[in-house]
């Protein structure tokens, strides 16, 4: 069974920095994609950061602040988030699409979306 374990967040002051790291457990081959998504109070969820092979793309309110990158071996991706904004305040949440994985002796390919349980980010002003 694959799951998305998040770890970071927490609360901060504007202007500061949080890590966010996730990693995928599980039989696991390959990922093709991971990142982050949030979402606010009264907000549908957004994307915040995406990576896949080696392209990145984040969501304009993001970019230029956050980065994010990956350890392909260990099924992890971690997001940087720096300037923070009292309007990054948002539960952020672990994705990942694309799997291949292994059912006994079968590889196998998921056509499902993976999510994490979600992390609190909180920005204070």
């Known amino acids: 069974q694959v799951q998305l374990m998040e770890s970071g967040g927490g609360l901060v002051q504007a202007g500061g920095s949080l890590g966010l790291s996730c990693a995928a457990s599980g039989e696991i081959f390959s990922i093709n994609a991971m990142g982050w998504y949030r979402q606010a109070p009264g907000n549908q969820r957004e994307l915040v950061a995406l990576i896949t092979g080696g392209k990145t793309m984040f969501s304009d309110s993001v970019k230029d602040r956050f980065t994010i990158s990956r350890d392909v071996a260990k099924h992890t991706v971690f997001l940087q988030m720096n300037s923070l904004k009292p309007e990054d305040t948002a539960v952020y949440y672990c994705?990942?699409?694309?799997?291949?994985?292994?059912?006994?002796?079968?590889?196998?390919?998921?056509?499902?979306?993976?999510w994490g349980q979600g992390t609190q980010v909180t920005v204070s002003s």
């Open positions: 994705y990942a699409d694309g799997l291949r994985y292994y059912s006994g002796p079968d590889l196998l390919r998921s056509s499902r979306d993976y």
